[in-house]
């Protein structure tokens, strides 16, 4: 048996990018990237990013209520889908009134 924690998905032994099997209440066995809380956090992080970019931020708070949603639907506070749609609305909100003080 190793002593460096690699037995249970970390420490010294575990290769970055490595999939850690998960056994589900159900009894399903599945790798951490393929866990429902996985895929909200890539949500709310891909709308933290989108979201920085102004022709892209309402894609972004699209994306981060939608990640939102499912964090809330879990019973998690969804902090990271939370920051997206604050950056998203201040970068839209930026956006708008920089086109409408160019146009005008």
Same mark, same amino acid.
């Given at each position: 048996?190793?002593?460096?924690?690699? /037995?249970?998905?970390?420490?010294? &032994?575990?290769?970055?990018?490595?999939?850690?099997?998960?056994?589900?209440?159900?009894?399903?066995?599945?790798?951490? +990237?393929?866990?429902?809380?996985?895929?909200?956090?890539?949500?709310?992080?891909?709308?933290? #990013?989108?979201?920085?970019?102004?022709?892209?931020?309402?894609? &972004?708070?699209?994306?981060?209520?939608?990640?939102?949603?499912?964090? +809330? +639907?879990?019973? /998690?506070?969804? &902090?990271?889908?939370?920051?997206?749609?604050?950056?998203?609305? #201040? #970068?839209?909100?930026?956006?708008?009134?920089?086109?409408?003080?160019?146009?005008?």
């Amino acid at each position: 048996m190793s002593m460096n924690g690699s /037995e249970y998905g970390g420490g010294l &032994g575990s290769a970055a990018g490595q999939t850690i099997p998960r056994t589900d209440a159900d009894g399903k066995t599945r790798s951490v +990237r393929d866990t429902p809380s996985s895929n909200r956090r890539n949500a709310a992080i891909a709308g933290i #990013v989108l979201g920085l970019i102004p022709l892209l931020s309402v894609v &972004g708070l699209i994306v981060s209520v939608v990640a939102l949603r499912g964090y +809330r +639907r879990a019973g /998690e506070t969804g &902090g990271l889908a939370i920051a997206g749609i604050v950056v998203s609305a #201040v #970068v839209l909100a930026a956006f708008v009134v920089a086109v409408s003080g160019v146009l005008s």
